[in-house]
């Protein structure tokens, strides 16, 4: 039995064992890409709990930075990065329900795919910022263009990165504000966390009717913290399937694959992302597997993984993990 079948969407989902739909979310069909995630743009989807979406992506810059000529600063305005696609509306869809998005592919999009990094001032973790005000130079401005497929990340002559694709951007809508692209929350947003990735099911609360669903910022690899502030950004086609859980009310997005359970953070300071997904994990364990509240914070003292997803954004995300092998009854 594969690991899908007993996963909390495929046990809970209302689509499940329905008639999968496919769509396809094109650049034509999405025309105007968002960069913030509200109740307030008009849907360029309606699909109902089961269906699947072939989403083509563009890359954090939108296309922007073609050479390694380009310089950011020229080329971008802030903060006019990371284009999402949507808003998608799930049929059903409401206050205190979840939408489950699981990703099947990401593959690079283009005649000649290339993937994008850069250097950009006052961006990134080792360098003053607007919110880590400092008195030093910005770091250098620097382009790198990067051959990508389905195997590799070609990142220079000397070394070959593996093909590690994720989203870096998922959300569905706030209940009221529209919040940037740049700005993960209990929402969802820009959480940058490598494991959102093919195999993943990412669990969403619905705070708007239709849960309206974004997606967008993709990466070909990136590691822990995003350090520099940039991954390599690429346009794909990601294939998702989207369900959707009634009734399940939880507070910031989680996430599942073969391995792991996953509560999700976002904040400023870095500890209170921390706080944030660990909280939300114990809370997990205790109403879902049967943990006492006590024992599981201990346990989870000495079995507990963390996920660094970004730690330069205006708030930092953090995935606090458990493995599912510690969860099953004896």
């Not at 939108?62 to 903060?79: F, R």
């Not at 030093?136 to 590690?164: A, G």
């Not at 976002?266 to 006492?292: C, H, Q, T």
């Amino acid at each position: 039995m594969s690991w899908l079948e007993t996963s909390i969407m495929n046990t809970l989902g209302v689509g499940r064992g329905g008639k999968t739909v496919t769509h396809e979310l094109t650049e034509a069909k999405q025309g105007k890409y968002h960069y913030t995630m509200g109740p307030y743009s008009d849907p360029v989807l309606h699909i109902k709990p089961g269906d699947r979406v072939i989403v083509e992506t563009r890359d954090a810059f939108e296309g922007a930075i073609k050479t390694e000529q380009d310089m950011p600063t020229q080329k971008l305005k802030m903060p006019f990065l990371n284009p999402q696609n949507g808003p998608i509306m799930i049929e059903g869809a409401e206050k205190g329900d979840v939408v489950a998005v699981y990703i099947e592919t990401m593959a690079p999009r283009g005649p000649n795919p290339r993937g994008t990094c850069a250097m950009i001032p006052e961006f990134g973790a080792l360098t003053g910022t607007y919110y880590t005000a400092t008195l030093n130079d910005p770091l250098p401005e620097v382009v790198r263009k990067i051959n990508v497929d389905e195997q590799f990340v070609y990142w220079s002559e000397r070394v070959t990165l593996p093909y590690k694709p994720h989203i870096g951007t998922l959300s569905c809508s706030p209940e009221i504000d529209s919040i940037n692209s740049l700005t993960p929350d209990n929402h969802g947003g820009n959480m940058d966390l490598p494991d959102m990735g093919p195999g993943s099911i990412t669990y969403l609360p619905v705070r708007s009717p239709g849960g309206r669903l974004f997606i967008g910022d993709a990466h070909a690899c990136q590691g822990d913290g995003e350090v520099c502030g940039v991954a390599v950004e690429y346009p794909t086609v990601t294939t998702i399937r989207v369900d959707l859980i009634k009734g399940w009310n939880i507070e910031w997005p989680r996430l599942e694959n073969e391995e792991v359970i996953m509560a999700i953070g976002s904040a400023r300071p870095l500890e209170d992302a921390a706080r944030i997904a660990y909280k939300e994990l114990v809370l997990w364990m205790v109403k879902n597997y049967g943990f006492d509240k006590w024992d599981a914070y201990m346990m989870l003292s000495q079995c507990g993984k963390v996920r660094l997803g970004n730690f330069v954004d205006p708030k930092y995300t953090v995935g606090a993990a458990i493995s599912k092998k510690y969860l099953a009854l004896k």
